[in-house]
């Protein structure tokens, strides 16, 4: 494998990528610094003129095919930075470019890969079914299809990032932290780095939802892992390239998981730090150096300059919501608690004194019955968590922590509402399907049937799939019916019944009880 490192940091070195792309700055993150214990710096490709790397691979690839393949045009599927890195490329060199995107792909993306000149193909749910659609199209037209990751001048076009970082630098960085999607940009970078400085730490970084490199590695090949969360739609790829993962089988040091969370809490970190607002697989990276840091807080941490890489900058305006929702959850200062208190006057006072000067962020409450409520609270915190619920524990009240729960966090912070009676047999089922024009009236449609819908929570998050937590009135005899029922519809589900946030919450009380006033602070 030293050959190869070797061959990429040739062509990495005769890659042409600066007559479009730029050298991006390498900015110090002071607060971060301090925060991990290592000088932090980010690598800022959210400046290029298409907001993301891709403009790298994208170019070098186009400007190395010969006349005659650019003649033919070129073809891609992305779901928007490769896409307009290919579409900035084409329009810079006179080729012509057809581009297929998921139909889930934000408006934003679509009009500014259309506003550089690119004839766009909106189809199919994901990356890899559009991905799959260009692929026959370019066999039928004749186009060139450029792959976002598993093409030789597109990892040499990546590559060029890492030359730039050791130039940067007044001594080799200790480690160097990536975003891993397809893998196009991690193996350039440890390709290009390991081939002239191999002591050098790299590290890719995925969600917990979109891990395909990760599996990978765990299942000694490519492997399709079938579904992707789409948070961070700029690595939702279900299955890494062969090229593009036997190179980071040698090359990349480690690679680590973070949560949507912790992404979120990323973006903000960035903000703070630069004033740049990084779209979520953009802040992949320095998401994964502030978990590695804290993983390895009670061992030496390499010593030196860390690296992250700010990938990315094109997003989504509406999915800003989502970020500031969970970013204080993804930086550890906010806990969501399911908490029983009495039901008796005062109760609700008594309890709020107990959480003394920490701010509540959420206060939810449903009556469940004679003795009891069930409080669901957000505190931001000014100490540990554990101590916040030890303090409630020795009190007496009975304390779930539910910061981790998505169900909880997606669903039921913002629903209102009763519980149902004991009499009715309810089953809570997690829905998910590709948010596009129609697709919940088709939903709807298809549930219609004889169970009844006792629960439906739907909202709306900006993001790319529609989530849905509905409940049925469905008799024990009816379950079988019911399952095959639900396997039948095509939709993707989760049972959520036995949901600890769910029984805390939805479920009825265990024996029915005549209506009662609810408590009085």
Known sequence: MANTAQEYLRRALTAPVYDLARRTPLDEAPALSARIGRRLWLKREDMQPAYSFKL????????????????????????????????????????????????????????????????????????????????????????????????????????????????????????????????????????????????????????????????????????????????????????????TFEMCRELVDEVILVSVDQVCAAVKSIFEEVRAVAEPAGALAVAGAIQYAARESDKPLPEGDWVAVLSGANVNFERLGHVVERCALGEGKEVLLAVTIPERPGSFLEFCKILGQSSVTEFNYRFAGKRQAHVFVGVRLQEASGDLQSRLLKRGYAVTDLSANEVAKLHLRHLVGGRLPSSQRERLYRFEFPERPGALLEFLTVLAGRWSISLFHYRNHAAANARILAGFLVPEDDESDFHQFLEETGYHFTDETDNAACKEFLSAPHAMQRPMKAAVV
């Open 56 to 243: 790298r691979g994208a170019y070098n690839c186009i400007r190395q095919l010969t006349d005659e393949e650019r003649g033919r045009g070129v073809v891609a599927a992305s779901a928007g930075n490769h896409a307009q890195g290919v579409a900035m490329s084409a329009r810079e060199l006179g080729v012509k470019a057809t581009i297929f995107m998921p139909q889930t792909t934000p408006e934003i993306k679509v009009r500014a890969v259309q506003a550089l000149g690119a004839r766009i193909e909106l189809g199919g749910d994901d990356y890899d079914a559009a991905c799959q659609t260009a692929i026959a199209f370019s066999r039928e037209s004749g186009g060139y299809f450029i792959h976002p990751f598993d093409n030789p001048e597109v990892i040499a076009g990546q590559g060029t990032l890492g030359i730039e970082i050791t130039q940067q630098l007044a001594a080799p960085p200790a480690v160097i932290f990536l975003p891993i999607g397809g893998g196009g940009l991690a193996a350039g970078v440890a390709a290009t780095v390991k081939a002239v400085y191999p002591e050098v730490r790299i590290i890719g970084v995925e969600p917990e939802d979109a891990a395909s490199m990760h599996a990978a590695l765990n299942a000694g090949k490519p492997v399709d892992i079938g579904t992707t969360g789409i948070f961070a739609d700029g690595v939702a790829v279900r299955k890494v390239g062969q090229i």
